[in-house]
């Protein structure tokens, strides 16, 4: 599988990010537009999508499973290993952070 899939669906229902059969659809989702501009100097509706795990401190943390890219002439779904390529392993790692913080609430 590749960091990367183009989706030929109709952009007005984009479908649940699922990249196999074994991974679970997302837990929650979050916009991730600001750091993706920042990252790429492109512009584009980015959702990033998260399954929650246990931290093993009786809370949960937020774990980046892929990101929805969308602009007006394209939709792309990247997993984790395409979110690092392209934005990075630190920016991957402030979005879940932030994630993990606002399930926490």
């Known amino acids: 599988m590749s960091i990367h899939s183009q989706i030929a669906t109709p952009l007005s229902k984009p479908p649940r990010l699922r990249f196999t059969e074994a991974m679970p659809a997302e837990d929650s989702t979050m916009d991730v537009s600001d750091a993706w501009l920042e990252e790429t100097d492109e512009d584009a509706d980015v959702t990033a999508y998260f399954r929650h795990s246990d931290d093993?401190?009786?809370?949960?943390?937020?774990?980046?499973?892929?990101l929805k890219v969308q602009s007006d002439i394209s939709l792309h779904l990247f997993t984790h290993d395409g979110a690092v390529a392209f934005l990075g392993w630190e920016?991957?790692?402030?979005?879940?952070?932030l994630q993990t913080v606002r399930i926490s609430e």
């Open 91 to 97: 920016t991957v790692n402030r979005i879940e952070q």
């Open 56 to 66: 093993d401190h009786g809370s949960f943390c937020a774990d980046l499973i892929g």
